[in-house]
């Protein structure tokens, strides 16, 4: 399957060529103005002309072989045409049809198999079906189904929407400019993972713009996040199902496996993903990306506005977004007391006054001057640019900002509205020329600055830009272990455990005792009996041999009473730990994604206040650090209030172990829970004070 | 000082008028577009008309006495112009020019301090000076000193800005709609707090945006924003001032007092005062309120849209924003599913996929039979309306809107694009006239919605609309008060302490502990010793009068040799308290709006999770109930994992007790630091188990 005769094709069919509204129509009607004509065959046996254009009757009787069929007519015909094309050399096919599987019938699902096999026989890689196919800019392809406003709309954003209507939306936009815009569909052949594939190889895609529902192929799709990484190309998702409302919306849409959404934050998080919330914002911050000549090489930001109203605005919504204003030096300052008006008083964020804005030089003058000091990373320029210019002010702003950008050594600029007004064009595509993107109102327009922010300050050499993801899905019965079962896979991981044994008699407990120190804890050893206090199954602080005795009888005597359905493999002896601060550190196997580990402080920390942090395996020790890093209760591990630092050290090392048990049983362990860690001071190491794991076998 | 000759004048004189550009040009422009003209008279000896209107040599030439006179010319003029106007009647008078306070030169403070002065004298209310004028758009009166593009903005929504700059910019949006648009300026004689009040009076507007720097008539704030809340006027506000370097902008900026960010917050909280993050939406918000022609009765949401990427947006900014969407009734399902496609899937956010939006009829009747489900209470219909109509069905869905608007007994409904692109004006003015507001975009348009949600269920009727403002700015010197006389203050509140007593001598040390019952605690009594424990001051635990003799003793000597400077009262003897859970409740008394309470379990809660609730005093003890409400923490007091209930009960009281000292010692007390107030098991009460105050008198 070649993705190049999909996406990239030198000859084009279009079967079903039409004047007519619809997909035949409004197909024709794109090629005619976005697409390199000479390229593009219609195909129509009942017209001899499409919009001035010669219609042939078959793909048969084309002069020449051909790359990419489209398909507009409906599901009944697409077999055949798909055979047709094939014997005409065609490796790419856009099918618009619907009546697939996502009408949920019988009858959709064999189309869709059938369409499958067809594809698999003809080595042909097909876009869609239910799909509203799409342009490729960069090669003037146009295979379309929808129209829009005609204009230029070449760029650098590569865009795969599982939602027409968005894709659609996004086109809509005069703001936004492609090098790809991909309505993927059904992706029954080609899957969204394999156009993200292309676009990370595609050297005209500078940023990826991505609306997922779900992810079918989840070792691909880590893979292309992986080369996306690993290249520093931004991609930029709207992933819907973060509600559960949200979530179910995306299964009933397209049938995709929406899965728990905090995995795929997690996952994100790891490949350095821009995680945004709407279109607007995916919009915004892939012009964001494509728009700056390069990106700021460090992350202070520079504020200047006309205003003091607007100068506040942007402080707070920069604070409320960690945005980092710096201090400017004393020689900025110096300077800027030079060139703005007496009463201004310079400092960063900087109110300018209005006075500045008509005189295109001390404009550029002052620029410079911010643009200038060493801690600054990139300038917002604050200014509403409405659609129709009533304030003649722009036009100095405009010439003082390209005055600087072609200077040279000019660091990246970006302008900031207050309202949305909206953008006018011809600014917006000349500020776009000399390198500057309008954003959107400071909402928007600061949460695409933090993602800017966060995507500079990523480092792909700091991940483990892996996923362990299952061999196969998740099969077998689901089989809690017991304590001591549990315990014993952390001890093959090198994680400390409580010292102890099973005893199965009464003089048994008194050796393990012994031999363990006193006091010691005595728990009933079942994985039958999930709540072993309730029954009388626990006894703790047992100070002597003669105790452990006379508690493994009780224990033993409890359980046969209260509990005569359980196995019970006898009493489990434990040395009894002093206590240190509590952690809880859990596994969850995502079916699709694999293990991920979460850590928390235990009780309220993770109940109430849901302070924790979740990492998909496999991961070293140093992201295990930075995991901690990221708990708000941090300073709790820090010497609080005067008491002794705590081994964060060792609680690093033992959640990148958990990380690589996870890593290592990825296809048997369901769940562990190890709760309470307790955590010593610095230097005393950690303890796995309780543990229980489930698994599939 | 009548507020109506300026706002709402009968007869007008623009005194400077001119054809050139600048304050006098650009104001007889206004007056010549916007107002009506017969009204008013321009003044210029050195022309016979501007825009080919009479111009007359002065004020005295007038033929008719004016209300209001507007000043187009430089500072030094001003005073002179005023005595004349007023000499005609005037009671009201715009000042354009600046140089006065804002300027921070000795010279413009003096120039403020006369035309104060004058206005006092003269009974004259003067907005300015440096300021932009304003709109009155119900009674066509124009006195602005900017231009922008000529259309009808005559609306519902009064505006008052303290920054001349956006409450342009707002007037610059084709979706904004006034009644008053008023850029106060300086504010030396007519405040923000007057104009306010006068807003909130005026029966033509029916919501209030106001953009804040400070406010410097803390009672006449609080009494306009009582009044708004019991008429239930909304009142949006955007204050500057959130972060460190936003709150120093605002105060450079006006030289008002902006105060502590965290304060108004709780004073909007009280009033119910909705607080916006920027202009985009405070212009959002506002045209919300003012479109529609009623608000919900209750908060339920319905969202319909035509795909299901964009229900998915919906369903999770939703979620994000705390959009409550109710599962739709079986009926309302059934209806559903005999309107739409059979691959439908009806739900609450729906997806009525596209078809249907090329039919009004349909259009409408889903639309219908949504709005009809009992527990929805607003519609929100998301639909990308573009600048230039593309797709045709827009033209259906608005006839489909209408129709439903127009049979009467029709809910709220809001429009909700998912990209700025910008909306259509033609549709805009349509779907207003209809009643339908079109939001921003969902980052903008959701919040919009949830401070919708929180004004409808925000009730007047459980709120203290008051503040204790302190009768003059505190002064004299801060003392910090001792442990007991501390506790002292708050026994004379009702407020429960430990027990106990001042002993000057080892054997009233004995007779105090023997009467509060042992154990008991003792520790030096001196205001003078802030660390008591550090010089061996305090000792716990002492169960019989011979320790507490010894104690005596000790204490005192330990006093003697490490603190030999400090003013010793003796040693305070106070029964054991057994530990509850602990809280923290504290008191700041604002400079400018008196005391507030603050709430917050003690530890790390108050100080990594800033888990706090914070209410301007006064407030009772229902209001004292719903601030523990509002903790995160709460699940804490009611019974967490298997323990007692606590008694919140008790605790509301104390809190409610807190709130009465605070007001009636707003003059004195600067703060009160209880910490910590244990909390009982329900029935047991709390106790202020240690204290301190620091007054200024």
């Known amino acids: 399957m070649d993705l190049k005769k999909l996406l990239a094709p030198r000859v084009i069919a279009v079967v079903g060529a039409s004047e007519k509204e619809g997909f035949g129509g409004d197909t024709c009607r794109n090629v005619m103005s976005y697409a390199d004509k000479d390229r593009v065959y219609f195909i129509n046996p009942g017209r001899d002309a499409v919009f001035g254009k010669k219609c042939w009757p078959s793909l048969e009787s084309l002069p020449e072989d051909i790359d990419l069929v489209v398909v507009c007519t409906p599901r009944k015909t697409v077999e055949d045409i798909l055979r047709q094309a094939a014997a005409r050399g065609a490796g790419g096919a856009v099918v618009y049809a619907s009546g697939y599987s996502e009408v949920g019938t019988e009858e959709g699902r064999e189309a869709d198999r059938r369409l499958r096999a067809l594809c698999a026989e003809l080595d042909m890689a097909l876009m869609g079906p239910n799909c509203a196919g799409f342009m490729n800019y960069v090669d003037k392809v146009s295979a379309f189904a929808f129209i829009s406003a005609e204009r230029d709309r070449t760029g650098a954003v590569g865009i795969i929407s599982q939602s027409g209507q968005l894709c659609l939306s996004l086109m809509d936009s005069p703001s936004m400019r ?22 990370v190889d595609d050297e005209h895609t500078r940023v990826i713009g991505l609306y997922l529902e779900g992810v079918t192929q989840p070792a691909r799709f880590a893979e292309g996040l992986r080369a996306a990484a690993l290249k520093r190309k931004p991609v930029v998702v709207l992933k819907t199902g973060r509600s559960e409302k949200g979530s179910r919306v995306a299964a009933s ?38 728009t700056l000549p390069c990106l700021p090489t460090r992350p202070g930001f520079a504020s200047i506005n006309l205003s003091g109203g607007e100068t506040g605005v942007c402080a707070d919504m920069g604070d409320m977004e960690g945005i980092d204003y710096p201090d400017f030096q004393p020689e900025t300052l110096e300077k800027l007391r030079a060139l703005l008006p007496s009463y201004a008083s310079p400092a960063n964020p900087l109110d300018t006054t209005a006075t500045i804005s008509y005189d295109a030089d001390v404009y550029a003058r002052v620029l410079r001057t911010v643009m200038d000091d060493p801690s600054v990373g990139m300038v917002i320029v604050g200014y509403t640019l409405l659609y129709e210019i009533a304030d003649p002010c722009i036009h100095y702003m405009a010439r003082g900002i390209e005055k600087v950008m072609a200077e040279g050594g000019a660091k990246p600029v970006a302008m900031l509205p207050f309202l949305e007004n909206s953008r006018n064009p011809e600014y917006l595509d000349r500020l776009a020329a000399a ?68 005893a199965a008699s009464a003089d048994e407990a008194a050796s393990i005792a012994d031999r363990v120190g006193y006091p010691v804890a005595m728990k009933v050893a079942s994985a039958d009996i999930p709540h072993k206090s309730d029954i009388g199954g626990v006894m703790l602080n047992l100070k002597s041999a003669d105790e452990a005795r006379t508690a493994f009888a009780r224990i033993m005597d409890n359980a046969a009473e209260r509990a005569p359905a ?131 076998e």
Chains 1, 2 share one sequence.
């Open 435 to 502: 390198g500057v993107p309008v954003l959107p109102p400071p909402v928007y327009g600061f949460a695409a600055l933090r993602y800017l922010k966060e995507f500079i300050s990523y480092r792909p050499e700091e991940h483990t830009l892996e996923l362990a993801i299952p061999a196969s899905a998740p099969g077998g019965e689901r089989r809690t272990l017991s304590e001591y079962d549990s315990g014993a896979i952390l001890r093959e991981y090198g994680i400390p455990t409580p010292e102890g044994g099973i």
């Open 253 to 290: 849409h397209t049938g995709s496996l929406s899965g728990a959404d905090r995995m795929y934050d997690a996952i994100f998080k790891k490949f350095g993903v821009i995680r945004v919330r709407d279109v607007e914002e995916l919009l915004a911050t892939t012009q964001l990306f494509a």
């Open 178 to 199: 492609f090098s790809y815009s991909i309505s993927a569909g059904n992706c029954s052949v080609v899957s969204m993972e394999d156009y993200l594939q292309y676009l």
């Open 566 to 696: 359980a196995r019970v493999d006898g009493v489990f002896v434990q040395k009894m730990l002093k206590p240190g601060l509590e952690v809880i550190i859990g596994v969850n196997n995502d079916p699709q994604f694999g293990p991920a580990v979460l850590v928390g402080l235990g009780g309220v920390f993770v109940e109430i206040f849901r302070d924790t942090a979740l990492l998909p395996a496999p991961f070293d020790r140093s992201e295990a650090g930075r995991m901690l890093e990221s708990l708000k209760a941090i300073p709790l591990f820090r010497g609080y209030r005067g008491k002794a630092p705590l081994d964060l050290e060792a609680l690093a090392d033992m959640i990148a172990n958990v990380a690589r048990l996870a890593s290592d049983k990825r296809d048997t362990l369901a769940e562990l829970d190890i709760n309470p860690v307790f955590v010593y001071e610095r230097g005393q190491g950690v303890c796995a004070a309780d543990a229980l794991a489930v698994v599939r």
